[in-house]
Every structure is written in structure tokens, then in C-alpha cells.
């Protein structure tokens, strides 16, 4: 296996895992005010830029994580951005078990 591809490899797991957990601590305790909205909109923007780059060159190891991470970074954004009432709906949606306080429901 190229080195490059490896090294490509792990780079692309490695942006994309390191939203998950602050996309379910979201979910989980319903609640973004530590959340930079102008660095997300930053992040947004650049993984959107990425894509299209990748899309362009037809370099799909460049699109499919970047498009992965431009998702979870528009999660992040987009749940920065909602009222609370809208924000505690889309966790409800995705983790109907947790309650705002973080606690499992009864």
C-alpha cells in the first residue's frame, strides 16, 4: 500500500471522528453556548470548499470525508444557531431517551 494513501487514509478518519463527539455532546446535553458560531461557519465553509474541490479533480478519497465532516460541522453550526425549543425537538428526534438535564428518562 502507498504511503500517501495511508497517510491520506488516516488523516481523512481522523477529521471526520473528531466531530462526532461534539455533535452527540450536543444531542446529549441539548444545549451550543460554548460553541464558536463564526469558527463553525469558518469550518463550514472550508469542508464545502474541499468538496468542490474534490468533486472538480473527480478525487473522491478528497469529497466522501470532507463531505462527511462538512455534514457534522453543519450539524454543529445549525444546532448553534436554533432556539432552545427547536434545538431540544432535533435531539429529541435523535436521542429520544435523554432528557435536557442529560439524564436517562425514566
Given at each position: 500500500m502507498e504511503l500517501s494513501l495511508i497517510i491520506g487514509s488516516?488523516?481523512?478518519i481522523c477529521s471526520t471522528a473528531s466531530f462526532v463527539p461534539q455533535a452527540w455532546k450536543i444531542v446529549r446535553l441539548r444545549r451550543?453556548?460554548?460553541i464558536s458560531v463564526g469558527m463553525y461557519g469558518l469550518t463550514v465553509l472550508g469542508f464545502a470548499l474541499w468538496t468542490a474541490y474534490g468533486a472538480l479533480l473527480a478525487a473522491w478519497p478528497l469529497v466522501v470525508p470532507?463531505?462527511?465532516c462538512l455534514a457534522l460541522a453543519a450539524f454543529i453550526l445549525t444546532m448553534s444557531l436554533l432556539p432552545q425549543r427547536q434545538k431540544e425537538a432535533v435531539a429529541d428526534l435523535l436521542d429520544p431517551d435523554e432528557r435536557a438535564d442529560g439524564r436517562p428518562r425514566p
Amino acid at each position: 500500500m502507498e504511503l500517501s494513501l495511508i497517510i491520506g487514509s488516516l488523516a481523512a478518519i481522523c477529521s471526520t471522528a473528531s466531530f462526532v463527539p461534539q455533535a452527540w455532546k450536543i444531542v446529549r446535553l441539548r444545549r451550543t453556548t460554548e460553541i464558536s458560531v463564526g469558527m463553525y461557519g469558518l469550518t463550514v465553509l472550508g469542508f464545502a470548499l474541499w468538496t468542490a474541490y474534490g468533486a472538480l479533480l473527480a478525487a473522491w478519497p478528497l469529497v466522501v470525508p470532507n463531505a462527511i465532516c462538512l455534514a457534522l460541522a453543519a450539524f454543529i453550526l445549525t444546532m448553534s444557531l436554533l432556539p432552545q425549543r427547536q434545538k431540544e425537538a432535533v435531539a429529541d428526534l435523535l436521542d429520544p431517551d435523554e432528557r435536557a438535564d442529560g439524564r436517562p428518562r425514566p
